[in-house]
């Protein structure tokens, strides 16, 4: 924007805020911002303050880019792990190539993918010491990039927005706390389900499989090595090279014979437990 556009712009956002409840003024601003910036995509997420969820907020959508307000909702943090390591040193991300994002990013790259994303910009927005928003845009329809003038525009954007809705009483509470949910990503499908239903996960390659307790699996692009740093290992336990394991779905143990074999609800045949893993095994169950 101009000067004289960029003066055109706060002068709207002034009016907007002034005429129209947040709930009304936010996607619009959003929309005028995405729209002078070239993005098919604007959005606003929202940290709890314990920072284990984040939850989109606000989204605005040009043409044919798919929504996906509704369906982030109390998203783990570790899902985007790899750009949470840059957001908290409250440097903004840019990824003008979606196709292009390191290998440890491959899980957050699938999900994007499904969003049909191509370029991304997120900007992070601080609130008294503590990582409280994520404002951005998504480019679907092109490679896209934004100069440092934009960036800057869209955090000042940010900052007002944060200050306006935690400045709120009763919009300052966490967002409701999610139900436990493990989000799978596959080509084009994208699957929500209970953590609590899962009883193993199996390496499938660089890949991996996720089993259910109702016989179902699904293929994830995760890697067994990953699956790791993101559940709690309170519940979930790698017991051998290929295989993660429920804790809470556990049945019993055999050790005789020095195997170790472990019978899992819902699971026929029993799975073997490495010598390596076992020492971790006899501590988390304490014996």
């Given at each position: 924007m101009g000067n004289r556009d960029d003066k055109r712009f706060w002068y709207r956002c002034a009016h907007l805020l002034m005429r129209l409840p947040p709930d009304q003024a936010i996607p619009r601003i959003l929309r005028s911002l995405g729209r002078a910036h070239r993005a098919d995509r604007a959005w606003l997420l929202r940290y709890n303050r314990g920072f284990t969820h984040f939850w989109n907020a606000y989204e605005w959508t040009r043409g044919d880019a798919t929504a996906h307000v509704e369906e982030l909702q109390g998203i783990p943090v570790e899902m985007a792990a790899w750009l949470h390591e840059r957001l908290l040193l409250d440097q903004p991300v840019q990824i003008s190539d979606v196709a292009q994002m390191p290998r440890r990013a491959r899980a957050l790259q699938a999900e994007f993918r499904r969003q049909g994303i191509t370029s991304l910009l997120s900007v992070p927005i601080f609130?008294?010491?503590?990582?409280?928003?994520?404002?951005?845009?998504?480019?679907?329809?092109?490679?896209?990039?934004?100069?440092?003038?934009?960036?800057?525009?869209?955090?000042?954007?940010?900052?007002?927005?944060?200050?306006?809705?935690?400045?709120?009483?009763?919009?300052?509470?966490?967002?409701?706390?999610?139900?436990?949910?493990?989000?799978?990503?596959?080509?084009?499908?994208?699957?929500?389900?209970?953590?609590?239903?899962?009883?193993?996960?199996?390496?499938?390659?660089?890949?991996?499989?996720?089993?259910?307790?109702d016989g179902r699996d699904l293929s994830d692009a995760r890697s067994l090595r990953q699956w790791e740093s993101e559940l709690t290992p309170v519940r979930f336990l790698r017991i051998n090279r290929s295989t993660i394991v429920n804790l809470l779905c556990l049945e019993s143990l055999d050790r005789k014979g020095g195997a170790w074999k472990l019978s899992l609800r819902g699971l026929a045949s029993s799975l073997s437990v490495g010598r390596p893993f076992r020492a971790a095994l006899r501590q988390r169950l304490d014996f």
């Open positions: 609130h008294r010491g503590r990582l409280a928003f994520q404002i951005g845009y998504d480019a679907t329809q092109r490679s896209e990039s934004w100069s440092d003038p934009e960036i800057d525009q869209l955090r000042q954007v940010g900052r007002l927005l944060a200050l306006l809705l935690l400045s709120d009483p009763t919009r300052d509470a966490d967002p409701a706390p999610p139900v436990s949910q493990v989000h799978l990503h596959q080509a084009s499908r994208h699957h929500s389900l209970p953590l609590e239903e899962i009883t193993h996960i199996t390496a499938l390659g660089d890949y991996s499989r996720v089993h259910f307790l």
